[in-house]
């Protein structure tokens, strides 16, 4: 895709007229922060109160903007196994003494994730991630 079409993309949906501003009151540096992680590939979190809007603006970008985006969505808990999140081991490749994830619809095949509640998962949860 040529340069001055990712800028228009990029400027259509997280500029200070674009539309996740026009959809979100009041979240123009979050929504700032998110074109830049997006452009950049860095993990961000989002820390607030339930109702802000979290959920919201990331769901509102693959679903509205990024539509070719994959988005894995789950909440946390302190008795989760890492293959909830990561998915399940393979048991063929357990046969043959290899480790090996099916990870089709988990977290590592997603452009997008969020994880709600990430502070009250466990350690073992956590450690993978």
Request: proline content about 5%; hydrophobic content about 40%.
């Amino acid at each position: 895709m040529p340069t001055t079409e990712l800028q228009s993309r990029y400027a259509t949906i997280f500029s200070k007229d674009g539309f996740l501003n026009e959809q979100n009151i009041d979240r123009r540096e979050e929504v700032e922060l998110l074109g830049l992680a997006t452009l950049s590939g860095v993990d961000m979190l989002l820390l607030g109160d339930p109702g802000v809007g979290k959920t919201w603006m990331i769901e509102l970008l693959t679903n509205a903007c990024l539509t070719d985006m994959e988005l894995f969505t789950h909440l946390l808990a302190k008795d989760m196994s890492a293959d909830e999140i990561l998915g399940p081991r393979s048991l063929s490749a357990l046969k043959e003494d290899r480790i090996r994830r099916m990870t089709a619809g988990y977290l590592p095949d997603a452009n997008y994730a969020y994880l709600d509640e990430i502070f009250k998962a466990s350690p073992p949860m956590l450690n993978p991630l």
